[in-house]
């Protein structure tokens, strides 16, 4: 099963609702809650990333018997080193988006922590290509 | 805890509470929602004073069934709406953040341990 959802940058009022929906459809399948949590996580943070920082981005989620792959990319300015945006508490993000409750400079890290496997890359004035695995055994 | 309790130790005014009644053994109290995404949240309520849709909608992905509004924010009707969708109880406070968790704490409830 796959399924697509388009983001809006610069969006923060329909932020979050894309994960929101991925999270319903996964409960369906019904997985264990901490892996449920962790993938509603790492997409929410993902999502914030675009709303942040991009023009749009697509999240497209393909649910497997025993994985779940799921890539958001995004047009938008890039990322110019990659390295320095994992470190915890670096942050490109403006005001606005502090004033919504991120921007700290945690979202990457959060993703990877709530992820099996995760690759970014990013062209910087082109777009950005976030790539998430979870391994898993769902219940049907 | 149950809902009706927590918003009597708040001072609070209970905005919404969902049929489903929850009872709460931990609270997390937060502005920055990176910091919430970061904790396994299981009967916890959020006490914060980011007054935001984002805060519902990190309630939302964090399984956290209840938000605390300190230091007398105004909800919207857009984030009334959206905890309804959830099944989110909103708790509207006069008191600060400091003042709400420590009651709370007084009364039993515990923190998040990382």
Request: glycine share 8%; aromatic share 8%; charged share 20%.
């Given at each position: ?10 969006n923060?009022?329909?932020a979050?609702?894309?994960s ?10 019904n ?7 962790k ?15 991009a ?30 945006a ?8 403006t ?26 890359t ?6 950005t ?9 769902l219940?049907? | ?5 927590v918003s009597?130790?708040?001072?609070g ?32 309520l ?8 984002q ?39 006069g008191?600060?953040?400091?003042d709400?968790?420590?009651?709370l704490y007084?009364?039993?409830l ?5």
């Open positions: 099963m796959k399924i697509e959802y388009y983001i809006e940058g610069g923060f009022s329909t979050g609702s894309a929101s929906e991925v999270k319903k459809t996964l409960k369906q399948f997985i264990s809650p901490l892996l449920l949590r993938v509603a996580v790492a997409l929410y943070e993902a999502e914030m990333n675009v709303v942040a920082h023009y749009r981005g697509i999240m497209s989620v393909d649910i497997q018997p025993f994985c779940i792959w799921v890539v958001v990319e995004d047009e938008g300015p890039g990322i110019e080193d990659i390295g320095k994992m470190e915890e508490g670096f942050s490109t993000a005001e606005e988006v502090r004033q919504m409750g991120f921007g700290a400079g945690m979202g990457l890290p959060n993703i990877k922590k709530n992820s099996d496997e995760m690759t970014l990013s062209t910087p004035g082109v777009g290509r976030l790539e998430l695995s979870y391994f898993v055994k219940n049907n | 805890m149950d809902i009706d309790r009597e130790i708040v001072n005014e209970l905005l919404f509470a969902p049929d489903i009644p929850n009872r709460y053994t931990s609270a997390f109290a937060s502005d920055l929602m990176s910091d919430v995404l970061r904790y396994y949240m299981e009967n916890t959020l006490i914060t004073g980011l007054c935001t849709l805060a519902i909608r990190t309630a939302e992905i964090s399984n956290i069934s209840c938000v605390i509004f300190a230091r007398g924010k105004r909800v919207s009707n857009e984030m009334i709406q959206l905890a309804k969708e959830n099944n989110i109880a909103v708790i509207e406070s008191l600060t953040v400091f709400i968790s420590g009651k007084q009364n039993g515990k923190p998040i341990l990382g």
